[in-house]
């Protein structure tokens, strides 16, 4: 059974770091572009990253320029989203999915398995 599991949430101060996990299994990661989004109270859901199998990352939102990287380990079926200089309004529920193909969607919509989250909360 396919599944991507989130791990690495939890409550952070303003500033500190947060490294986010997304477990696959029942796939292989490899052929695949996995991308991270988030969702905040009260808002729609937001891309945040997308990295293909050779590496290559792509920023959904300008927002995390600088703070944010995804990283992948294929021999852990594992794709991580390191977190940094946190600030409140990165506050959300933080889940990865998986694309069709090798290629970074365009939209959420051309995902077509998700995990179910791990929140987030940036506050002091």
């Known amino acids: 059974q396919l599944q991507l599991v989130e791990s690495g949430g939890g409550l952070v101060q303003p500033g500190g770091a947060l490294r986010l996990s997304c477990a696959a299994s029942?796939?292989?990661?490899?052929?695949?572009?996995i991308g991270w989004f988030r969702q905040a109270p009260g808002k729609e859901r937001e891309g945040v990253l997308c990295i293909t199998p050779n590496g290559d990352s792509t920023y959904y939102t300008d927002s995390v320029k600088g703070r944010f990287t995804i990283s992948r380990d294929n021999t852990k079926n594992t794709v991580y989203l390191q977190m940094s200089s946190l600030k409140p309004e990165d506050t959300g529920i933080y889940s990865c999915?998986?694309?069709?193909?090798?290629?970074?969607?365009?939209?959420?919509?051309?995902?077509?398995?998700w995990g179910r989250g791990t929140q987030v909360t940036v506050s002091s």
């Open positions: 029942g796939f292989l990661v490899d052929p695949y572009a």
């Open positions: 999915a998986r694309g069709m193909n090798e290629y970074c969607p365009v939209s959420a919509k051309q995902y077509p398995d």
